[in-house]
């Protein structure tokens, strides 16, 4: 069974920064693209960042190119998110994904992704 937990979130102001972690256990292969996904209070689930299984190819949101980095660990499908310069409207519950999808593909799609956390919250005040 594939378990996918996530930590880190907090509340702080705005302008500083979090990071976010992420790890999927219960997978035989080491190597699937990841990513994280946020929804706010009465929006819609978006994606915030993707990466391929290689880590060699990744997907950022708009809102959020140039603050916002996902890396992968050295450990066996562990994901980070650091958020950098963070503004109010990053407020959301944040999610880890994991896809079956390896090599150099970066899905984009939450149906692309088959396992997800529970969630970690990230409060930016003004």
């Known amino acids: 069974q594939v378990q996918v937990m996530e930590s880190g979130g907090d509340s702080v102001q705005a302008g500083r920064s979090l990071r976010l972690s992420c790890t999927a256990s219960?997978?035989?292969?080491?190597?699937?693209?990841m990513g994280w996904f946020r929804q706010g209070l009465g929006k819609e689930r978006e994606g915030v960042a993707t990466?391929?299984?290689?880590?060699?190819?990744?997907y950022y949101t708009d809102s959020v190119k140039g603050r916002f980095t996902i890396s992968r660990g050295n450990a066996t499908n562990t994901v980070y998110l650091q958020m950098n310069s963070l503004k109010p409207e990053d407020t959301a519950m944040y999610y880890c994904?994991?896809?079956?999808?390896?090599?150099?593909?970066?899905?984009?799609?939450?149906?692309?992704?088959?396992?997800w956390g529970q969630g970690t919250q990230v409060t930016v005040s003004s």
């Open positions: 990466i391929s299984g290689r880590g060699d190819n990744i």
């Open positions: 994904a994991v896809s079956r999808l390896p090599g150099s593909y970066v899905p984009r799609a939450a149906a692309e992704f088959r396992d």
């Open positions: 219960g997978l035989t292969y080491n190597g699937y693209a």
